[in-house]
């Protein structure tokens, strides 16, 4: 279930995804200085040198090519085919991006792209939008347009019947709004509707070794940005004033990028609190999120203390260390994804901090690419077996009320040997960059 910090949190998310604004749009009021810091050039914003020492990650970016947005289609068309669907209508937003490199936002109107089980995709566009979607399309050249006093429900259902599939099967991706599914099934009384996710996510879930490298570059930016916050950290920080920091960092490297910050008994909250937090020595400070790298997303979390930590927090953040290689090991081609969940869980159960949800109090993980939470899930009661090429979050915490909380968190993609983290394993709760 989706709380409310979650709402905002993916709010922001997408603000990030198309927003022109960085770190410049902040002000200055948010940034604090330390001893170490300096003037960014600019834009009057104090940053530790650790921050100004980032680089640009531009020359390593490799784009998603247009011959693999082909492939992608042809492999859509073979699974319509195994799941005997005669068509799948994609809709404006991230899947609509995986196959056709259009990106654009979802609107109250009908943006998005009809892909017949053979044949090029027709894209169904608002009719004043067509000059702006032939500038972006990759794939194909079939635009067809509606005013905005004509039905765009009736023109996906006349494609479709162009197709000799007016009383055949239409996927839905489930990202198209309830309303809009219902006026196509409408429109198209004699098909059938289904989901299309077995199409979708059949696709999407197994990531190509282009994926692999641009999520490689994500992990490795967003490690790179937590590890220049950490360096500059004093005591007496804000957590706004953190955030301001990380969002300057990533502008350095430019990309796109948050965390959520939380410290001391706000650790204990798994997505924390908005209440006004405060650095302290020796307390555990908690980064949480990542960044975007040609729409291909990481997610981290690191917990470590400024200075010393108590022999609780070193225990709790060793069990927590060995949960989490725990599922990196369980997470292998042919187990169940429910199998990775349990392995970790065992590990804390057995440590004391249980019974189940007790202490750790979210499922393992999830599946992450262009969504930083997509397909498939490492809970209990997902007996899906795990496949070659898919990438998941690992992110075992230990949570104690009032207290303080331990999440680590690193991105992994499964090979045929096994599964591998992308970023290294933080090594302690004092030294978390080792």
């Not at 262009?370 to 809970?379: A, Q, S, T």
Request: neutral net charge.
């Amino acid at each position: 279930m989706q709380t409310n910090d979650d709402s905002m949190r993916s709010a922001r998310r997408r603000f990030l995804q198309t927003s022109a604004l960085g770190a410049a749009a902040l002000p200055a009021m948010m940034l604090a200085g330390n001893a170490g810091a300096a003037d960014a050039p600019g834009h009057g914003l104090k940053l530790p040198k650790s921050i100004l020492a980032l680089q640009p990650v531009a020359s390593k970016v490799v784009p998603i090519s247009d011959d693999e947005r082909r492939a992608r289609m042809a492999r859509a068309q073979q699974l319509m085919d195994k799941n005997g669907m005669d068509a799948i209508f994609v809709d404006a937003g991230t899947t609509l991006d995986y196959f056709a490199g259009l990106r654009w936002w979802n609107s109250e109107r009908t943006m998005g792209m009809l892909l017949p089980r053979s044949g090029d995709p027709v894209y169904i566009v608002p009719a004043f939008e067509r000059t702006r979607t032939q500038g972006q399309i990759r794939i194909g050249s079939d635009v067809r347009t509606w005013q905005e006093n004509a039905s765009p429900y009736a023109l996906i259902a006349n494609v479709m019947r162009e197709h000799h599939a007016g009383t055949g099967v239409l996927g839905i991706d489930d990202r198209v709004p309830f309303y809009r599914a219902t006026e196509i099934g409408k429109a198209l009384p004699q098909g059938k509707l289904v989901e299309a996710t077995p199409v979708t996510a059949g696709c999407r879930a197994i990531k190509s070794p282009a994926e692999l490298a641009l999520m490689q570059l994500a992990c490795d930016a967003t490690l790179s940005v937590y590890h220049a916050i950490w360096e500059g950290l004093e005591p007496g920080m804000t957590q706004h004033q953190v955030s301001a920091w990380i969002d300057a960092a990533y502008q350095r490297i430019g990309l796109r990028g948050e965390a959520s910050i939380n410290v001391g008994k706000y650790t204990a909250q798994p997505h924390g609190s908005n209440q006004p937090q405060h650095i302290v020595e020796g307390t555990p400070v908690m980064l949480d999120d990542g960044c975007y790298v040609e729409g291909y997303q990481s997610d981290l979390t690191r917990t470590f203390t400024l200075g010393k930590a108590s022999d609780k927090m070193k225990r709790v953040f060793d069990i927590v260390r060995k949960a989490q290689r725990a599922a990196l090991a369980a997470a292998h081609p042919g187990a169940t994804m429910e199998s990775v969940d349990a392995a970790a869980r065992k590990v804390i159960v057995d440590a004391g901090y249980g019974p189940g949800y007790k202490y750790f109090s979210h499922r393992l993980g999830h599946g992450i690419g262009m969504d930083m939470h997509e397909w498939y899930y490492l809970v209990g009661g997902n007996t899906r077996k795990i496949e070659v090429g898919m990438t998941f979050s690992d992110e075992p915490g230990i949570y104690i009320p009032g207290e303080f909380g331990v999440r680590l968190e690193d991105d992994m993609h499964v090979t045929e040997a096994g599964a591998r983290w992308f970023t290294a394993q933080s090594p302690s709760i004092e030294q978390p960059f080792g």
